[in-house]
């Protein structure tokens, strides 16, 4: 446990896109639908676990299939558009301001519907 009196105002850290910690996600994780799928994660906090991730994404107009979703994600919309879709055809859209909770086990799909970023916080 990190003690508290040796916490300065160094210790927040701030989410946001660091150019120098940005990175593609491997595609694997998840069926590709569109040709033109393009995004990118910038991991922002070392977590003392391997089982949390906090992040800040980006990503253009495109389409994924979750098929299984790997992990719980906490979403909170900073920019664009996107989509949820579950195999029912239900939909909800989110957009700047909106937060949501991508259960892990979620089959469905992810729709990018504008050039988009967000904050996330991924538990595995």
Known sequence: ???AVSMTIDSIVPIVPNP??????PLSDYKVLSAN???REFHCAEVATDRVTVGFWTGEPGHIVLDPWRYTEVCSILTGRI????????????????GF???KGFVGEWLTLEPSSKIFLAIY
């Open 1 to 3: 446990m990190t003690d």
């Open 20 to 25: 120098a910690k940005g990175f593609v996600p």
């Open 37 to 39: 799928w393009v995004e």
């Open 83 to 98: 989509a949820i879709v579950d195999p029912q055809g239900g939909r909800r859209e989110f957009g700047p301001g909106d």
């Open 101 to 103: 909770v991508v259960p």
